[in-house]
């Protein structure tokens, strides 16, 4: 039986508001497969309005000391902190991911909050005293404006967290939408950062489908857009974010591959393969989805792996004994099994079958739950593996040598991440070096960098100059203001009609 348990609407100025569009979309908890609320979806004149309310807030943040911003920094930290358990039960709840990788992912937000605390430090200018006679030359970071986030189903607290701490921590606004699939989360982010001390406006939550995201890439008064996506939809975003006048960085899809070296440990290799490519039932941008095995040891490498995939415990999102949850929708669920369905049609040979896997717990029989599957003898020119799938589905490979592996995710269209596991520093060097994917691991087969380093693919996984943040996130929300400062002593000289030099 599907039931209703409420009605979510946004976070605007302060509140908590219900929406006017009449518009609403499902929220479901994927472990049972219920309804468990609805969202309301905003239309563009509820965007508009806490576009104008963010803007309205602008002013007087930046105007805040970057200290004073940093304090609020601190206080929120300490309440995502106090709440991350609550928070990760929600997640799970919408999401499906089991409560112990939700905490993680929550942890993995506060982490980019511990970063943003130190903001002072990264706001400061540069400084050349005396660059000619009587003259200094500086620099400082001002903040952009309202800006905007449009953040994915599979990370409803940590992107969210890449994108708003750092940009409010710079002084700007900030108008969060999030994917309405699982809304709940950054709605409590909105209240945190309040209780945290930010005025009102500062943080906006607004949730909505694509006329929400079209309002905001339409709006001049949006500054810059920060998305985490599949890669169409990051195409479209930052191509209609340019033509808008906005900065924009859009990550985009992945196609992760690890490349499994002859010296490799396969023990290692085996457990790396099964967390990285079905936890959080593979639907994030960092799994593992392609194994590469080099010199023939691929079947090894299927022998090991098929009785893990097989034992896989499937399970609801909030039962600790599950290693693997539901996917977020049954649409989703339907996507996946076709291309698992288009990988046997393609003729790889699907070693573990996990497409009609059943939750035999009562209560959850119509959950959306997915086996783990597994193939052999997958090929570049199949379909399946030139897309992302994003499901517990992990292709194996199998290459002659070092130079055939790496020639796979080099010519792939996605470079967001990859990993090679070996004993032999100099292949791992080399590897590092030549491959074309902007996040790289090393014997680590899900090399998602610390907060204080920078998130960001290659290639289709990511359209943008500046990736997400570190250094670079505040450089996205920020401009320099560069000033030539002249106090010439006596009286003054009068007119000068050249351009000035450094001859002085």
């Known amino acids: 039986m599907t039931t209703t348990t409420g009605t979510i609407g946004h976070f605007i100025g302060g509140k908590t508001i219900e929406g006017t569009s009449d518009r609403f979309g499902d929220v479901y908890n994927p472990s049972t497969g219920e309804v468990a609320a609805q969202v309301a979806l905003a239309s563009k004149a509820e965007v508009e309005a806490a576009i104008a309310n963010a803007q309205e807030a602008f002013a007087g943040w930046a105007a805040t000391s970057v200290v004073k911003r940093a304090r609020v920094m601190f206080k929120f930290l300490q309440l995502v902190d106090a709440n991350r358990d609550a928070l990760a039960t929600i997640l799970s709840n919408e999401h499906g991911k089991i409560h112990s990788d939700a905490l993680g992912s929550v942890q993995r937000g506060i982490e980019v909050v511990e970063f943003a605390c130190g903001m002072p430090h990264f706001m400061k200018g540069e400084y050349s005293d005396n660059v000619a006679t009587s003259i200094d030359l500086y620099s400082m970071r001002k903040p952009l404006g309202v800006c905007a986030g449009i953040t994915p189903f599979n990370f409803p607290a ?11 921590a710079c002084g700007n606004t900030f108008i969060l939408k999030p994917s309405e699939k699982d809304p709940s989360l950054p709605m409590r982010l909105g209240e945190l950062m309040l209780e945290a001390g930010a005025p009102p406006g500062v943080l906006n939550v607004v949730n909505g489908d ?109 039962d600790p004994d599950s290693e693997m949850g539901p996917l977020v929708t049954a649409e989703h669920r339907a996507r996946v099994k076709s291309y698992v369905d288009m990988g046997v049609e393609e003729g790889a040979e ?154 002085d």
Request: proline fraction near 5%; aromatic fraction near 10%; hydrophobic fraction near 45%.
């Open 158 to 168: 940590m992107v969210p967290m890449w994108m708003f701490v750092v940009a409010v």
């Open 350 to 503: 699907l070693v573990v079958d996990g497409r009609d896997y059943v939750c035999d717990k009562q209560g959850y029989e119509n959950g959306f739950y997915f086996g783990g599957c597994l193939f052999d003898k997958v090929t570049p020119a199949m379909k399946s593996y030139q897309d992302e799938i994003f499901g517990p589905v992990l292709q194996v490979m199998n290459v002659e040598d070092f130079e055939a592996a790496i020639k796979l995710p080099n010519e792939h269209q996605f470079g967001n991440g990859t990993a090679i596991f070996t004993r032999d520093g100099d292949a791992a060097r080399e590897y590092a070096d030549k491959v074309e994917v902007g996040m790289v691991g090393i014997n680590v087969p899900i090399p998602v960098p610390l907060s204080f380093h920078t998130f960001g693919g290659w290639k289709d996984s990511a359209f943008g100059d500046l990736n997400q943040h570190g250094e670079a996130g505040v450089r996205f929300y920020t401009k320099t203001k560069t000033i030539t400062s002249r106090w010439p002593k006596g009286i003054r000289a009068g007119a000068e009609f050249v351009i000035p030099t450094l001859n």
């Open 210 to 318: 694509k006329e929400a995201v079209d309002a905001i890439l339409h709006d001049s008064r949006v500054k810059a857009v920060s998305f985490v996506g599949s890669t169409p939809i990051a195409r479209y975003i930052y191509a209609t974010a340019a033509a808008n006048g906005k900065r924009c960085q859009a990550m985009g899809g992945a196609k992760n591959h690890m490349i499994i070296m002859p010296d490799a440990d396969l023990d290692q290799v085996t457990d790396a393969l099964i967390g990285s490519a079905y936890g959080s039932a593979g639907e994030r941008c960092m799994a593992i989805s392609a194994a590469v095995a080099v010199g023939g040891i691929g079947p090894d490498v299927i022998d090991l792996l098929k009785p893990r995939v097989e034992a896989l415990k499937i399970g609801p999102s909030l």
